[in-house]
C-alpha cells in the first residue's frame, strides 16, 4: 500500500481513540472496517489483537497491518522540528491572535468540551467563565491536535512558519490548568513591542507526537540542555522571561515551570540584567484577581507527567531549591515591571490593549489580524 493511504489509515485508527491514548475499542474498529468494506475473513484476523477490556492498541494494529512499515503521521512535522532550531518555533503578536479568534470560534460552537481532570474528576469550573475560559488541556484537544495533525503534525508555531521566526522573543512560562481567555488577555497586555516574538510551550512543541517520540524531542540529559526549552532560554535572541500566573493553580506545582525559572535566573545574572524576570500584570480588576499565594507555592510537592523528566528536573534544581523559592516569593510580591526600552507609557498600554481585545471572550481580538 502506498505510503500517503497509509498514513491516513494511522490517522484514522487514532482519531478512533476516545482518550488519545491510542486505544481504541473493538466496537468502533469494526464499524469502521464495515464502512470500508473490509471482507469479514480479513476483520476476523484483527480480533486477535483485542485486549479483555474489549481494546485494541491502534499503532499494534497498524504495525501488524503494515508488516513493521515505518510510515508516521508525523514525518513532516519531524523533519521540521530537526531542521528548525528551538529558538525560532516562534509566534508572531498578529498570528497569536488568530490563533485566540479560532479558540473563540470554537468554544462559542460548543466544540471544546469541558472533560473532568483525571485526578478530582471534577469539571473545569471557569470553562464557560468569560475573563478566565477553557483550560490548555481542553484547546489542545479541540483546535490544536486537530489543526497541526491535519498540516503534517509540527507544532502551531512551525504550521505557520515553517523556517521559524528570527529575532527577539519573550519565552512564557505558564500552567497547562490555566483558562485559555485569561492567560491571553494577560500575555496580549504585557506583548506591547511587535517586533517581539513569543516562546510558549504548546504553541511551540508539537502536540500530536507519540510519547516515545516527544521524549525524544524533550531531551534525556540530566542537565536538560538537550531539552527545547532550555535551549530557547539559552538562546542569545532571549529579550525576556515573562511569568504569566493563573487563577487555577500556582505555576511551580509544575516541575518543568520550576525548572524554567532556574535557567532564567542564571541567564539574568549572566547578563547582569535584573529586568529579564517579569510577570504579566492583568487589566480587568474582577473577583478573580489572583493572588500572592497562587503563585508562592513550596516546589517540594510540584509533580511532572513523565516520570524520567521528573528524575532529571529535581537532578537539576538540586541544590538551587532556597533559591528558587525566594525567587518565587519575590514573583508573587512583585509591584509592576519596570518599563523596559520595548515598553510604551501605561496610558498607550491600555489604550492599544482595550483597542486589541474582544470582549466576548475575555481575551480575543475583535477582528482576526492576517498575515
Known amino acids: 500500500m502506498a505510503a500517503a493511504l497509509a498514513v491516513k489509515v494511522r490517522m484514522a485508527f487514532e482519531e478512533l481513540s476516545l482518550s488519545s491514548d491510542g486505544l481504541v475499542p473493538w466496537s468502533r474498529l469494526e464499524e469502521l472496517f464495515l464502512k470500508l468494506e473490509v471482507k469479514p475473513k480479513a476483520i476476523q484476523l484483527c480480533r486477535h489483537l483485542v485486549d479483555a477490556e474489549g ?220 529586568r529579564m524576570i517579569q510577570v504579566a500584570k492583568d487589566n480587568v480588576k474582577d473577583s478573580h484577581k489572583v493572588r500572592p499565594t497562587e503563585i508562592a507555592t513550596l516546589i517540594h510537592g510540584a509533580t511532572c507527567s513523565d516520570v524520567n523528566d521528573e528524575k532529571r528536573i529535581r537532578a537539576y534544581i538540586a541544590g538551587k531549591e532556597q533559591h528558587i523559592q525566594e525567587m518565587i516569593k519575590d514573583l508573587a510580591g512583585m509591584k509592576k515591571s519596570k518599563k523596559t526600552h520595548h515598553s510604551l507609557s501605561h496610558e498607550q498600554e491600555r489604550r492599544k490593549t482595550e483597542e486589541e481585545l474582544s470582549a466576548r471572550g475575555g481575551g480575543a481580538p475583535r477582528t482576526p489580524c492576517h498575515k
Open 55 to 274: 481494546l485494541v492498541d491502534s499503532a499494534e494494529l497498524f504495525r501488524w497491518l503494515y508488516d513493521g512499515e515505518d510510515v508516521s503521521p508525523y514525518h513532516e512535522g519531524r523533519r521540521l522540528h530537526e531542521r528548525v532550531p528551538p529558538c525560532r518555533w516562534c509566534i508572531s503578536r498578529c498570528d497569536f491572535q488568530d490563533f485566540v479568534a479560532e479558540v473563540v470560534e470554537t468554544h462559542r460552537a460548543g466544540r471544546i468540551l469541558n472533560q473532568p481532570n483525571p485526578r478530582t474528576k471534577e469539571p473545569n469550573p471557569f470553562h464557560d467563565d468569560e475573563h478566565v475560559g477553557p483550560n490548555m488541556h481542553a484547546v489542545n484537544e479541540a483546535v490544536i491536535r486537530p489543526r497541526t495533525a491535519r498540516a503534517g503534525g509540527m507544532s502551531w508555531a512551525l504550521m505557520l512558519s515553517p523556517e521559524g521566526l528570527s529575532g527577539e522573543f519573550f519565552f512564557v512560562t505558564h500552567s497547562w490548568k490555566e483558562g485559555v481567555y485569561e492567560f491571553s488577555r494577560k500575555v496580549l497586555n504585557h506583548w506591547q513591542d511587535e517586533a517581539l516574538s513569543m516562546w510558549c510551550c504548546f504553541l511551540a512543541n508539537p502536540q500530536t507526537w507519540q510519547r516515545e517520540d516527544l521524549n525524544q524531542l524533550l531531551g534525556q540529559s540530566f542537565d536538560l540542555m538537550d531539552s527545547p526549552f532550555m535551549q530557547a532560554l539559552s538562546s542569545q535572541q532571549l529579550h525576556s522571561f515573562v511569568v504569566v500566573p493563573n487563577v487555577t493553580e500556582s505555576l511551580y506545582c509544575r516541575l518543568w515551570c520550576v525548572a524554567e525559572l532556574w535557567k532564567a535566573m542564571e541567564v539574568q545574572k549572566l547578563r547582569g540584567d535584573g
